[in-house]
């Protein structure tokens, strides 16, 4: 009898229900299911439930989630768990027990959403081929149960044995075992010896008690003082008492001792005598000495605001001011002086001037305040990191961080690509045991599951490999394609030993991936014959029809034989892009918080004896996706990492990258923190990167690296409340997405309390918003038991956060948790701090209850009648939702931060592709379009937003709209050849002399543009060139997609841009030759060949004239002149590969235009000729 495929190496292990400590905190917008779990319910199915009916939902059983047991059928936490027993045995066996938890949800695999049960398949194979962890040697095996890692060995290779029973143990399950009451998990004795320092230890490490290792006591439940796994593994704080220095930041006991002769105490150091050199009084024996620095170093700032030079910074401001009232005269003289020959072109032209003005005044207001920030790291490292008594490891007291990776169809976005950005995350410079990273696959496809899982394999010898070596950049790709000297720098004698193997594993690894496509279809196309062969012998056994078709879906087969719960290849029902069941995979489980060095042994790739090599907490994520629901594309696949992550590892921040963009400095995420954690930083929302774009054409034909906008347009908003954001490259503060207001009240920004200082009428207006903005504060303050004990601020916490937020209270119950861990450590002048050394604890490992109640909040219901896109998280209702959400949070008074670090913090790849490049613009102008059309207008913004951000946030929306003015003024030039009119009647000395001074201001003020920005001038003529060519193409197609949709409530859709080279694998920048056809190219073109035809009629006609006037036909010729000089870029993309123009396309273009030009002479001779059929005929000379 055949075996069936799914049962050989996974099993499903069936959830069973554990009841959660906070048992009386049921939210009321839930209902239990058969099964025992509360799922979220829409409040039309809450109307209908009786008050009655409630208050039994409520109080019939606590709130629960579905939690798989263990391999060994224990449950992971609960009230009869040993976890929560008292007992002395039971404490002995944790050390045993967090191993098992740890290996059990690494190597599981949690599906599950609305209406389905949370199952656990626990996975021997992830994929195909064999284990490639190289870090793992061939030696003995940990005997904890569970635990597979590798036992503890000397500098001979010899295994060490802790305990007299010869119990073998790894370096981890060791260290639990001893910080947890440092009994054997085999024998059950105490350790007679510590064997810290044999594997490593520091003298200091053995001198540690276990109080140093404790992490801070979690805020109190109600009246429950045990806590189970799943709080703790949140790393629950809270505020312990202050010190007199913290309480009061500006006191200085040092200096109180100084200047009132106090002492220290019995066994600390005292004044000197005035007979030893000092007197009694302070003072030191020198007369007229300075008094000694104190606080010095805890005073230095992290962070530095450096303004423009005087030099640079006045001219600009005064030409844009002198530009701007040149324009008035200009646009009043032009009205007052109109054409009466040519009125109609006279009308168009003044109209689409007087829109150009009133555009660059929106685009140059926001930029008169340009500032430049610098960041200080050895200030934060001595801050956080510093050696102390107290720390005498150096422990960080960082706070958490959890990265965003999004993709959604590995066609088009290539997992090797996707691959890269991990491997920057994993081995960036930052506390591992604080760094989790998070990928969203929101295609749910297996080839993103299985790449991530080779990802995983291949990070455990590229990490160690970087922090060995102090590699830069740490995508692989990136840095093994560097050119120059790779050993520049390097002191280590074994690096090019070690860079020529991770080289060679590196190409072995990017031929797995790339085969994985093929390999997944031969399995899948294996396990759906067997099962195809099993269905036909049972209808034979059954005696049924045999010309009826079998009913066998083409499945997509997982490498250990069992179904991928995601999408299929072949679509099938709840088997496809938008119907599949939610799925979590801890790909890392997250690391401990003692380093972990690595061996010298020969079966390990490269000599790590010296390097900590864990690895940060790596978590697969694809959200459950059903047919009926919005899931609002890549806004609410953000919003379900935001949910998941605060379930599994809360970091306060949140750092955004899109799967293209890796982080080339590895220190970018400490330069954030500095902002973060510097005064006044708990008021900052956000920190954003400029983009940088690696595989640019040189030339940057297209102006894709966008360095106009980043250097000048964003430094320039960093000088007001700060830059928009961009949506990749920006770290969030998590309580900034959750809705919440600034700590302090922002002040008011208008005109009239400029001006007047309001009246009374506004002030008792003002008073009542704020009390509802610090609504939510108060609501989370109780909660985290800093609000007075009363019940009205119970059910505040319990009954509104759940209908905001949704039904988890576990989510819930993080929010101030990670409120907490965010602020910045208190010192002198710093406001709402938390305690220095109050993050250095440990966490605990995750839980299946943690796993299980993340499925629940990316099921697809969950944000059924909550906050969530419409205050709370990314915003939806617009294909940028990037913008709208920076603007949501600059609405509600934060601020933002532009950071330039001097090596690149991201880098990413850009469409260089003529067509890819239009669509992306086409993209982000619709979306331009959409927020104009919203209530995200800036001109409905608040007084908490200042009057230039707000000019600026309007000049977002409203760019797109030039696109109808320019189009009409790139015509005017041959319109204005064809009828021999201009817009003037005449090029007058006042006209020229208007002219040349707008242009010679304009380039003046591009100058210094240049001078402060650090750009060069061929960058600031790209994006004037592609200004014009988006303009007259894109951003015209977006105008008309968004009235369309206003208008008819016809939706908009995209697709992904492809992120791939063109097909000439011998140059780097083939895919900027292939030419795509686009219904976007047609009014450039048009332009173009309109121009070009009226040129050379208005050249005939001037030469066959018997008066000619040539001050029309200079004017006319200049400016479509000017417009095809613009459009240059786009008629080099149309021609095709370089140097490859055929000739004939020539031939053909100048023939054309001399029939044209002929014709037109012929049809519409001049009023002072005859034309070609009159005595004064053609003839040749």
Not at 410 to 419: M, S, W, Y
Not at 455 to 478: D, L, Q, T
Not at 552 to 574: F, I, N, Q, R
Not at 1126 to 1152: C, D, E, Q, S
Request: one cysteine or more; a neutral charge; proline letters at 6%.
């Amino acid at each position: 009898m055949t075996t069936p495929p799914g049962a050989k190496s996974m099993r499903s292990i069936t959830s069973a229900s554990l009841t959660s400590p906070r048992s009386s905190h049921v939210p009321e917008n839930t209902r239990r299911t058969t099964s025992g779990r509360y799922v979220s319910i829409s409040r039309e199915e809450l109307d209908q439930t009786t008050d009655v009916e409630r208050d039994e939902i409520s109080a019939e059983t606590p709130y629960r989630v579905q939690i798989p047991t263990t391999p060994d059928n224990r449950p992971l936490s609960g009230p009869d768990s040993p976890a929560r027993s008292g007992a002395s045995p039971a404490q002995h066996r944790q050390s045993s027990v967090r191993p098992t938890v740890q290996q059990f949800v690494s190597s599981t695999m949690f599906t599950g959403g609305y209406k389905a049960q949370t199952r656990g398949h626990v996975l021997e194979r992830v994929t195909g081929e064999n284990d490639h962890d190289h870090q793992k040697g061939r030696g003995s095996t940990c005997a904890v149960g569970g635990c597979d890692g590798k036992t503890m060995r000397d500098v001979d290779g010899e295994d060490i044995y802790p305990c007299n029973c010869n119990f073998k143990i790894c370096r981890d399950c060791y260290y639990d075992a001893v910080h947890n009451g440092g009994r054997c998990p085999g024998c059950k004795d105490e350790y007679l010896t510590d064997l810290l320092d044999v594997n490593g230890a520091s003298d200091d490490d053995k001198q540690l008690k276990a109080s140093d290792r404790k992490a801070l006591p979690s805020p109190e439940y109600e009246e429950d003082d045990e806590l189970d796994r799943k709080e703790r593994s949140l790393s629950v704080l809270k505020n312990p008492p202050l010190t007199l220095s913290q309480q009061h930041p500006e006191f200085d006991h040092q200096r109180w001792l100084y200047e009132t002769k106090g002492t220290y105490g019995y066994g600390n150091a005292v004044w000197p005598k005035e007979a030893g050199g000092g007197g009694g009084d302070g003072t030191t024996g020198k007369a007229g000495a300075p008094a000694p620095a104190f606080n010095e170093k805890n005073r230095r700032p992290l962070t530095r605001k450096l303004n423009i030079a005087a030099g640079v910074i006045s001219p600009y401001r005064f030409l844009a001011m002198l530009r701007l009232v040149v324009l008035g005269f200009f646009l009043a003289w032009r009205i007052q002086n109109p054409n009466r020959d040519a009125m109609w072109l006279w009308g168009m032209s003044v109209v689409c001037e007087i829109w150009f003005a009133f555009s660059w005044i929106l685009d140059q207001l926001p930029k008169l305040s340009p500032v430049n920030r610098v960041t200080d790291l050895s200030v934060l490292k001595e801050k956080f990191e510093k050696v102390s008594p107290d720390n005498p490891l150096g422990k960080s007291d960082l706070p958490g961080m959890d990265v965003f990776v999004s993709t959604a169809d590995p066609e088009k976005e290539p997992p090797l690509v996707t691959a890269n950005t991990i491997f920057s995350i994993l081995a960036a410079e930052y506390p591992v045991e604080k760094l989790s990273c998070y990928l969203s696959d929101d295609g749910g496809a297996l080839l993103s599951f299985e790449a991530l899982a080779e990802a995983a394999s291949f990070a455990r010898v590229w990490v160690p490999f970087c922090r060995k070596h102090a590699i830069e950049p740490r995508n692989p790709e990136s840095y093994f394609l560097t050119r120059g000297d790779p050993t520049k720098g390097k002191v280590r004698m074994d690096f090019v030993k070690d860079r020529r193997r991770v080289k060679r594993e590196y190409d072995e690894f990017k031929v797995r991936i790339n085969g994985l496509t093929e390999a997944i279809r031969r399995r899948s196309d294996a396990y759906n014959a067997h099962e195809e062969i099993r269905a036909r012998q049972a209808q034979i056994e059954l005696r049924g029809d045999p010309t009826q078709p079998l009913n066998v879906p083409k499945a997509t087969w997982m490498a250990d034989g069992t179904h991928w719960p995601g999408t299929w290849v072949v679509s099938s029902k709840e088997h496809s892009r938008g119907d599949h069941a939610g799925i979590i995979q801890v790909m890392l489980a997250p690391p401990g918080n003692e380093p972990i060095l690595g061996s010298a042994d020969e079966e390990n790739l490269i000599d790590s004896s010296d390097i900590d090599v864990r690895l940060p907490m790596l978590v697969y994520v694809s959200r459950e996706k059903r047919p009926g629901y919005d899931h609002n594309k890549k806004a609410g696949a953000m919003n379900a990492l935001v949910r998941t992550s605060a379930i599994m590892s809360n970091g306060p921040f949140i750092l955004n990258l899109d799967c293209d963009h890796y982080i080339y400095n590895s220190l970018a995420m400490r330069e954030a923190m500095c902002f973060m954690m510097d005064r006044g930083g708990d008021r900052i929302c956000y920190v954003q990167f400029p983009q940088r774009f690696e595989g640019v054409d040189p030339s940057d034909r297209y102006a894709n690296r966008n360095t106009v906008f980043f250097d000048v347009n964003m430094r320039a908003l960093d000088g007001l409340q700060g830059p928009v954001y961009v949506g990749t490259g920006t770290c969030f503060r998590r309580m900034a997405l959750y809705g919440f207001d600034p700590p302090r009240n922002p002040k008011e920004h208008t005109l009239w309390n400029f001006c007047c200082g309001g009246d009374k009428k506004q002030r008792t207006k003002r008073k009542k918003d704020k009390v509802t903005k610090i609504k939510r504060e108060i609501q989370v303050a109780s909660m985290n038991g800093a609000a007075d004990d009363d019940d009205d601020d119970d059910v505040v916490a319990r009954g509104l956060l759940p209908k905001q937020y949704g039904a988890s209270m576990a989510f819930v119950a993080s929010i101030p948790i990670a409120e907490f861990a965010g602020r910045p450590v208190a010192d002198q002048g710093i406001r709402n701090g938390r305690p220095a050394g109050s993050l250095r604890g440990p966490r605990e490992p995750l839980d299946a209850a943690t796993v299980a109640e993340a499925i629940n909040v990316i099921s697809c219901f969950y944000e059924d009648k909550t906050e969530w896109g419409e205050r709370v998280g990314w915003i939806y209702g617009s294909v940028t939702e990037d913008v709208v959400t920076g603007f949501r949070m600059h609405n509600r008074g934060w601020k933002s931060i532009y950071c330039v670090t001097k090596r690149d913090a991201f880098r990413g790849t850009a469409p260089i592709n003529l067509t890819d490049r239009l669509h992306q613009v086409l993209r982000w102008a619709t979306g331009s379009v959409e927020i104009f059309f919203s209530k995200n207008n800036a001109i409905f913004a608040n007084s908490h937003m200042k009057i230039l951000q707000r000019v600026a946030y309007l000049n977002v929306g409203v760019y797109p709209f030039t696109s109808i003015f320019l189009i009409v003024y790139c015509f005017l030039p041959a319109l204005s050849l064809f009828s021999g009119q201009f817009i003037v009647a005449s090029l007058n000395v006042t006209f020229l002399a208007y002219l040349l001074t707008i242009s010679v201001t304009l380039l003046l003020l591009a100058l210094l543009e240049v001078r402060w920005s650090k750009i060069t001038l061929e960058e600031w003529w790209r994006n004037e060139q592609f200004w014009v060519i988006g303009g007259t193409s894109a951003h015209l197609a977006a105008v008309m997609q968004g009235l369309l949709k206003v208008i008819a409530g016809v939706e908009i859709s995209f697709t992904l841009t492809t992120k791939s080279g063109g097909d000439d694998i011998d140059d780097e920048f083939a895919d900027l030759h292939v030419v795509k056809w686009t219904f976007l190219m047609i009014p450039p073109i048009t332009i173009m060949l309109v121009n070009i035809i009226a040129i050379a009629v208005a050249v005939s006609r001037t030469l066959y004239s018997t008066i000619p006037e040539w001050s029309k036909l200079v004017g006319g010729v200049f400016f479509s002149i000017w417009v095809l000089t613009h459009l240059y870029p786009f008629a080099k993309g149309l021609m095709g590969r370089r140097g490859r123009t055929p000739t004939i396309v020539y031939v053909w273009a100048g023939l054309l235009a001399i029939v044209i030009s002929l014709l037109w002479v012929t049809l519409s001779p001049p009023s002072n000729s005859q034309g070609l059929t009159g005595n004064n005929s053609f003839q040749f000379p």
